[in-house]
């Protein structure tokens, strides 16, 4: 008995957080070791499934990163990137489109209807849902003083989401996007999954964005977890170097969502099962948060 009313207990905790998050949405970008482990993929999809039935508007957005990479490798083609994005000529652009929005946003969409789930796989191109635009990345050079504008093909960043598509799919279904974007002459860009995420949130009004990853969070030089930064913080640890690789679009995305109007974005470890929960239910949440300040 004891053992029972302690199960009512845990249930019982996570209530006040249901009452604060009911009808609101939350977005989540899935990647990872929590996207190949098959114990993390089950508790994810669970952790998904739970919340959109207590009634939160759960949007799933996936990267594939290392999968793209796989799939070029046995075509013989090399990965190159530039600021942490892929460059992607045309035929690069095809294989990236292939592996995204064919096999693996259809096995986020498997993982999640094989738990009880509803899930509906989307990509930016599927009702006009995410229109991109060119991105151009300008290299300066301190020391001659110059910049150069650096073209990396078929690579977009979000200029809008397509909201009315969005929550219509939210009604029935937990939609899951591949971070691909058109833009006005229908041309296909490749976009980093965590500043598709973050778009997503904004667009949404989103209660808070979580972004998964392979380590506990943002780290301090010590290695330490800093459990919240302020988005004023963020120039200066750019600066001495304790953000580098890919925490530099993972923590953008953070304040880019912030200054956009999310409440709250995370960056937390995949590695932890059911690390969503986790964070949703949970005082002291989990991970890294980036908050306004
Ligand atoms: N301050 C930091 N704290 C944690 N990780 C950092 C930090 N600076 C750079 N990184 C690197 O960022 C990586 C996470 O980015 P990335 O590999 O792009 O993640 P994902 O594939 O999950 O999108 C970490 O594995 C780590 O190597
Ligand atoms: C432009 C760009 O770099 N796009 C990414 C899209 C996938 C992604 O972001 O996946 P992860 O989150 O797993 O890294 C790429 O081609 O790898």
Redesign the pocket.
């Known amino acids: 008995m004891e053992r029972m009313i302690e199960k009512a207990n845990i249930l019982i905790e996570a209530l006040p957080y249901i009452r604060k998050f009911y009808g609101k949405s939350i977005v989540i970008?899935y990647?990872?070791?929590a996207m190949v482990d098959e114990a993390l993929k089950s508790s994810f999809a669970e952790d998904i499934i739970l919340l959109k039935y207590v009634g939160i508007n759960v949007v799933v957005v996936h990267?594939g990163?290392?999968q793209i990479g796989e799939m070029l490798k046995k075509l013989g083609i090399d990965s190159k990137f530039v600021s942490?994005m892929r460059v992607t000529d045309k035929e690069t652009m095809n294989i990236v489109e292939m592996v995204l929005a064919g096999s693996v946003n259809k096995e986020i969409v498997k993982l999640i209807n094989k738990h009880g789930g509803k899930a509906i796989g989307l990509s930016g191109k599927d009702g006009n849902l995410i229109k991109a635009k060119k991105l151009l990345i300008t290299k300066q050079d301190d020391f001659v003083k110059t910049s150069e504008i650096i073209d990396i093909g078929h690579v977009g960043t979000v200029e809008s989401v397509n909201i009315n598509v969005l929550k219509s799919m939210m009604e029935n279904f937990i939609p899951v996007i591949a971070p691909i974007g058109v833009d006005d002459n229908f041309e296909t860009y490749n976009i980093n999954?965590?500043l598709v995420a973050a778009s997503v949130a904004k667009f949404l009004k989103a209660e808070k964005l979580i972004?998964?990853?392979?380590?506990?969070?943002?780290?301090?030089k010590n290695k330490n977890l800093?459990s919240s930064i302020k988005t004023s913080q963020i120039e200066s640890?750019k600066k001495d170097e304790?953000?580098?690789?890919?925490?530099?679009?993972?923590i953008d995305a953070c304040a880019d969502a912030v200054f956009g109007g999310v409440n709250k974005a995370h960056i937390i470890d995949?590695r932890i099962k059911h690390s969503v929960l986790l964070e949703i239910f949970t005082d002291s949440g989990i991970g890294t948060q980036v908050v306004a300040g």
């Open positions: 970008k990647g990872g070791h990267g990163g290392p942490g999954a965590d972004l998964l990853t392979d380590v506990p969070g943002v780290l301090d800093i640890l304790t953000l580098t690789g890919g925490m530099i679009p993972k995949g």
